[in-house]
């Protein structure tokens, strides 16, 4: 997950991943990254809504091992949109998007790859 903070935090891009196979996690860390390489706005949110993305990760296993991984193409459909401020009142919702500048939704996808 990758998320950039609020301009009052200094704008600081954080990216939290990992890589998992059968069952067993071969990489976790800080040092990766999730960049879009193709968005649509959404028109309901008003945030560019990804359809290709590019994520790389870099670090250590648990014993120690270099590891680096990419993976990059397009995403499938779009399966939800949250709002994530949802059970918030509206007015509320309005004073923090204007005091943080932002307004925050998660999209879901159906990621392609096997």
């Known amino acids: 997950m990758e998320f950039t903070t609020p301009p009052s935090y200094g704008s600081t891009v954080v990216n939290v991943g990992g ?3 059968d069952g067993e ?3 976790a860390g800080v040092t990766n990254s999730a960049t879009h390489t193709e968005a649509a706005q959404d028109k309901d949110s008003d945030w560019p ?3 290709s993305i590019k994520w790389v990760w870099d670090g250590k296993s648990k014993d ?3 590891v680096h991984a990419e993976l990059d ?5 779009r399966l939800d949109r949250i709002d994530v401020m949802a ?3 509206g007015f509320i ?3 923090a998007g204007s005091v943080a500048g932002t307004r925050p939704y998660i999209f879901q996808v159906r990621l392609c790859y096997s």
């Open 19 to 21: 890589i998992v196979k």
């Open 25 to 27: 996690i071969i990489y």
């Open 49 to 51: 809504e990804p359809k």
């Open 64 to 66: 120690d091992k270099t």
């Open 73 to 77: 193409g397009a995403l499938g459909r």
């Open 87 to 89: 059970e918030v009142p």
């Open 93 to 95: 919702k309005t004073i």
